[in-house]
């Protein structure tokens, strides 16, 4: 959230890829992790780089 200025990039990425995981909660984007896949669109969307993608063990994606 530090980093994110709210465009809904991300938002909208997931949405068309049809994984609806991302929801708009007081103008910035919350991960519904239930839903999550982990397929990265949302990250590779961000020009801010505001989205580290984590294993469930908390282990950041860079480190896979």
């Known amino acids: 959230k530090e980093l ?3 465009c809904g990039a ?5 949405r068309t890829g049809g994984h609806e995981a991302i929801l708009l909660a007081e103008g910035f984007p919350q991960v ?8 990265g669109i949302c990250h ?4 801010l780089n505001a989205i580290t993608l984590v ?7 860079s480190a896979w």
């Open 4 to 6: 994110c200025n709210g």
């Open 10 to 14: 991300c938002f909208t990425a997931c």
């Open 32 to 39: 519904e992790v239930s839903k999550c896949i982990g397929c």
């Open 44 to 47: 590779a969307m961000c020009f």
């Open 55 to 61: 294993r469930p063990g908390g282990e950041p994606k």
